[in-house]
């Protein structure tokens, strides 16, 4: 599915595709010129080797909860998360992270393989995106975080659901 989705970038890599992904998303979200080169699986070994060994994660078993969380402890201004396939009320992992930069990549369960999610409306076909709790829907929605989260004065209220 994540073929025909121009939303979803597949990532290329066999091996330590969540620390490819990672990066792939990171330079999206950072809007870094080396971008293009990198979704298509250009020259990604170098800052693959380094993200690994600054953040002290092994992938040799794969990427699971305990990786993810490591490197969203690495990766501070970044907020990580990750979807169990193309249904937007599965989110496996949400990184504790406060910012405002997301990085989403879509989990493939069948072939244990993580790809990276550029426009996340897009790759799940919702119109909204609920920033106080990342739930997509596509009419009206009513979230418990809005108002902790909120920066406005006054503050919004739940009842507020497109911001």
Same mark, same amino acid.
């Given at each position: 599915? /994540?073929?025909? $989705?121009?939303?979803? #970038? ?5 091996? @330590?595709?969540?620390? &490819? ?9 950072? +809007? *870094?010129? $080396? ?5 298509? +699986? ?5 800052? #693959? ?6 953040? +002290?994660?092994?992938?040799?078993? %794969? %990427? =699971? ?5 490591? !490197?969203?402890?690495?990766? /501070? *201004? ?5 979807? *169990? %396939?193309?249904?937007?009320?599965? #989110?496996? !992992? /949400? %990184?504790?992270?406060? /910012? ?6 879509? &989990? ?5 393989? &993580? @790809? ?5 409306? =897009?790759?799940?076909? $919702?119109?909204?995106?609920?920033? +106080? ?10 979230? *418990? $975080? ?18």
């Amino acid at each position: 599915m /994540s073929a025909i $989705k121009k939303s979803i #970038v597949t990532v290329k890599a066999a091996v @330590n595709c969540l620390a &490819y992904a990672i990066i792939i998303a990171m330079t999206c979200v950072n +809007g *870094d010129p $080396k971008y293009q080169s990198y979704r298509h +699986g250009y020259v990604l070994e170098k800052p #693959v080797e380094y993200l690994l060994k600054a953040s +002290g994660v092994n992938l040799s078993n %794969g %990427g =699971g909860f305990e990786e993810l969380r490591q !490197f969203q402890d690495h990766i /501070s *201004d970044c907020q990580i998360i990750v979807f *169990d %396939g193309l249904n937007p009320n599965r #989110v496996m !992992f /949400s %990184g504790n992270s406060r /910012s405002a930069k997301k990085l989403h990549l879509l &989990y493939d369960r069948a072939n244990e393989h &993580y @790809n990276v999610i550029t426009n996340l409306k =897009g790759a799940m076909a $919702k119109e909204y995106i609920c920033t +106080g709790c990342d739930i997509l829907y596509d009419k009206t929605h009513k979230c *418990d $975080k809005v108002r902790s989260l909120c920066t406005a004065t006054p503050p919004c209220t739940k009842d507020q659901s497109k911001y």
